[in-house]
């Protein structure tokens, strides 16, 4: 019986196709969901930080914007001086 014209020069010598390395399409979109969802976990987190960085900011000024108040009405006279000042 000759060679098999049916396959190619590979599998007509012998050759056997599964030990070659590589990774199948199953395999590629499992890595690829993966990933996706790393990435997807990642994004959330950093937008999470963002708004937590945003709301520390926004409670300093409010802490400095309330010392301030607090500094420019300690004393009756303090209250009318910065009521007649102008800036």
């Not at 959330?44 to 420019?72: D, H």
Request: hydrophobic residues 45%; proline residues 3%.
């Amino acid at each position: 019986m000759g060679p098999n014209p049916f396959l190619g020069a590979r599998e007509s010598a012998g050759v056997n196709l599964k030990s070659e390395s590589g990774m199948t399409l199953t395999e590629v979109m499992i890595v690829s969901g993966v990933m996706m969802v790393l990435a997807l976990g990642m994004a959330t987190m950093l937008t999470n930080v963002g708004r937590q960085q945003k709301a520390i900011e926004v409670k300093g000024n409010i802490t400095q914007l309330s010392q301030g108040v607090r500094g420019l009405a300690s004393t009756p006279a303090s209250i009318q001086n910065s009521l007649l000042t102008t800036d």
